[in-house]
């Protein structure tokens, strides 16, 4: 009968390059080395870019606003100014459809399908 002899293959880890290497190739592949590159100064939430979309624009207006510019002989020809860095976002993203009124809006960043769909609204973008 075979004794219980204390730790033949060494305590936890030891081994693991050695005499213990077939299993953890095996079961812990990838355990050993390095991968990608190293970032030195590592900044943890360093692009801070938060997004609205073009559906969610006229949200940040009240509908009394949209109404008045729509139907008001006063302000035919003019767009409300909706700043969208007031409302805590800083990039403008081209999901969802915008009604046919024109708008100004003002913000740091447009994405490509966002500054289509204002300009195709008759509307402008005004980088802030």
Request: net charge positive; hydrophobic share 35%.
């Amino acid at each position: 009968v075979g004794k219980h002899r204390k730790h033949p293959a060494g305590r936890g880890n030891a081994g693991s390059l050695q005499h213990n290497r077939v299993n953890m190739d095996k079961y812990h592949a990838g355990y050993f080395g390095k991968l990608g590159m190293r970032r030195l100064h590592l900044l943890p939430h360093y692009v801070h870019r938060p997004t609205i979309n073009v559906e969610s624009l006229w949200s940040l207006v009240s509908d009394q606003t949209l109404e008045q510019y729509r139907t008001n002989p006063a302000l035919e020809g003019k767009a409300p100014v909706i700043d969208v860095n007031e409302a805590g976002y800083h990039k403008v993203l081209g999901t969802g459809f915008l009604p046919d009124q024109p708008v100004i809006v003002r913000a740091k960043f447009f994405s490509k399908r966002a500054e289509q769909k204002i300009k195709a609204a008759g509307g402008v973008c005004v980088l802030s």
